[in-house]
């Protein structure tokens, strides 16, 4: 049961660069979430997908663009990388129709920006 | 604006000993509260909730939280730690929204120590 997997885990970026963080859920979840974690400042809401075809900007959205390319899949694409984007990103998602029900986590993609 | 406070950075807690990990909320309406625990390079894991009811909530790996209304409170508590129960922990608060897709509002998170 692979619940959410994202790729890469780790990767290195020079400043400018662009990449894609890819996420994946195989739950029949509608919604879809993405995060960054940065130390002390907790999970920030980056973008979130209530289902296939639909997305919305959360609190940090400035330099990130996503694509929910179907229900399984949400991803997140920095179009140009720059330091301030270091972080750890999470990808997360929500059984439907039930709101008490919790998120569900991946393990997160390690980035850094040099 | 609802919101979620982890007044503490880190809990130190000797093993067998019981540990309380804070947290404060301060929401419009009735809050919906959550604790999740992110264990090293790992994503976060689900513990419990409290949506409404009894006020002490039990959850997964024998922890339990108490929900304190006039207070506003919504600490995570164990009555005999393991030096497994070593993680990050954080505490959210369910944002207003569509039932369907609603947001969660984070703690900066607690670092919880256990020592043999």
């Known amino acids: 049961n692979a619940g959410v997997t994202q790729t890469p885990k780790f990767q290195v970026l020079k400043t400018g660069q662009s990449m894609t963080l890819q996420c994946a859920q195989d739950?029949?979840?509608?919604?879809m979430y993405w995060y960054r974690q940065d130390p002390g400042m907790g999970l920030r809401l980056i973008y979130y997908?209530?289902?296939?075809?639909?997305?919305d900007k959360g609190e940090v959205p400035n330099g990130y663009n996503v694509s929910r390319l179907n229900k399984r899949e949400f991803s997140l694409r920095l179009e140009s990388a720059a330091p301030s984007q270091t972080s750890v990103y999470f990808c997360?998602?929500?059984?439907?129709?039930?709101?008490?029900?919790?998120?569900?986590f991946g393990d997160g993609t390690r980035l850094s920006i040099l | 604006a609802q919101s979620v406070a982890q007044p503490e950075d880190q809990v130190n807690v000797a093993e067998g000993n019981p540990l309380t990990v804070k947290c404060t909320y301060s929401v419009s309406g009735n809050p919906y509260l959550f604790w999740y625990v992110q264990y090293p390079n790992r994503g976060l894991q689900f513990l419990l909730k409290?949506?409404?009811?009894d006020n002490l909530v039990k959850g997964s790996y024998g922890f339990e939280a108490e929900f304190n209304k006039s207070q506003t409170s919504f600490h995570l508590k164990k009555p005999s730690a393991l030096v497994s129960d070593s993680a990050l922990y954080f505490c959210a608060v369910r944002d207003y929204g569509p039932d369907s897709n609603y947001q969660l509002i984070w703690g900066a998170g607690t670092k919880l120590i256990i020592k043999p």
């Open positions: 997908s209530a289902s296939e075809g639909t997305t």
């Open positions: 739950m029949n979840h509608n919604s």
């Open positions: 997360a998602s929500k059984v439907p129709g039930d709101s008490n029900q919790p998120q569900h």
């Open positions: 409290y949506i409404t009811g």
